[in-house]
C-alpha cells in the first residue's frame, strides 16, 4: 500500500526554525493537496495547513506549510516548547479506487 | 460552535463486532459529511471510509469494505461507524471527523477540521 514518507524524529530549540518533510508519490502529493495535523499526547489531531499552505483561523503564522512536485513540507519557525508533538502529512491517494494516507508521523522535540 | 462526541470505550473478543457512535451539534449536520480514522498504537493515522449525510451514500477504504458500514441518523445528527469480524489488529482509537474544505462532498477535497475526542476498542481474548 502507497505511504507518505516523514523523518521519525526532528527537534530544535526555542526561537529555531525547524522543518519537516513528507515524501509521497504521483498518485497522492504529486496529484493531491496536502494538509498537516499536529497531535498532543492522548489528545485527537488538529489541523494546522492545508491545502498545501492554508492556515485555518486561529493557527499562528509561525508555521507554514509547501509543496513541490512529490514532496511537501511543514516549517515552524520561532519554536515553542509547546510545539512539541507528533506532526502528520496527510492526503488522497488516487490508487486502489481512492483513500485518504497519513504519513508515519514526525516527534518534534524541543530542546 | 462545532461539538463532535463520540461514545465510550469497548471491549471485545475477537470475531466479535463493535459499533461506535459520533454525536454532533453546532452546524447543520446534513450539510458536511463525516470520515472516521482510526489510530493503533505506536502507527500511522489510517483512514476507514466516509458517509454523505445528506443521502447516506457511502465510501470505504478498500481494506476494510468487507467488514465495515457507516451509518447516519439525521433526527439525533448522529454518524456510526460499525466494524465485524475484530482482529487483535483492530485494536486502535478510532476517530470521527467532521471535516471542511470548498468542495465539501468530493473526498478529497478536504481537510479534517472537527474531530471527536476518539473511542479506544480493545480487542483481547
Known amino acids: 500500500q502507497p505511504v507518505l514518507t516523514q523523518p521519525p524524529s526532528a527537534s530544535g530549540t526555542p526561537g529555531q526554525r525547524v522543518t519537516i518533510s513528507c515524501s509521497g508519490s504521483r498518485s497522492n502529493i504529486g496529484s493531491n493537496t496536502v494538509s498537516w495535523y499536529r497531535q498532543l499526547p492522548g489528545t485527537a489531531p488538529e489541523v494546522l495547513i492545508h491545502?498545501?499552505?492554508q492556515r485555518p483561523s486561529g493557527v499562528p503564522g509561525r508555521f507554514s506549510g509547501s509543496k513541490s512536485g512529490t514532496s511537501a513540507s511543514l516549517a515552524i519557525s520561532g519554536l515553542q516548547s509547546e510545539d512539541e508533538a507528533d506532526y502528520y502529512c496527510?492526503?488522497?491517494?488516487?490508487?486502489?479506487?481512492?483513500?485518504?494516507?497519513f504519513g508515519a508521523g514526525t516527534k518534534l522535540t524541543v530542546l | 460552535q462545532v461539538q463532535v462526541v463520540q461514545s465510550g470505550a469497548e471491549v471485545r473478543r475477537p470475531g466479535a463486532s463493535v459499533k461506535i457512535s459520533c454525536q454532533t451539534a453546532?452546524?447543520?449536520?446534513?450539510?458536511?459529511?463525516i470520515h472516521w480514522v482510526r489510530q493503533a498504537p505506536g502507527q500511522r493515522l489510517e483512514w476507514l471510509g466516509w458517509i454523505i449525510t445528506a443521502n447516506g451514500d457511502t465510501k470505504y477504504s478498500q481494506k476494510f469494505q468487507d467488514r465495515i458500514s457507516i451509518t447516519s441518523d439525521t433526527s439525533t445528527t448522529t454518524a456510526f461507524m460499525e466494524l465485524r469480524s475484530l482482529r487483535f489488529e483492530d485494536t486502535a482509537i478510532y476517530y470521527c471527523?467532521?471535516?471542511?474544505?470548498?468542495?465539501?462532498?468530493?473526498?478529497?477535497?478536504?481537510?479534517?477540521?472537527?474531530w471527536g475526542q476518539g473511542t479506544l476498542v480493545t480487542v483481547s481474548s
Open positions: 453546532g452546524y447543520t449536520f446534513t450539510n458536511y459529511p
Open positions: 471527523v467532521r471535516p471542511d474544505g470548498t468542495m465539501i462532498v468530493v473526498p478529497k477535497e478536504v481537510h479534517f477540521q472537527h
Open positions: 491545502t498545501n499552505n
Open positions: 496527510a492526503t488522497w491517494d488516487d490508487s486502489l479506487n481512492g483513500f485518504w494516507v
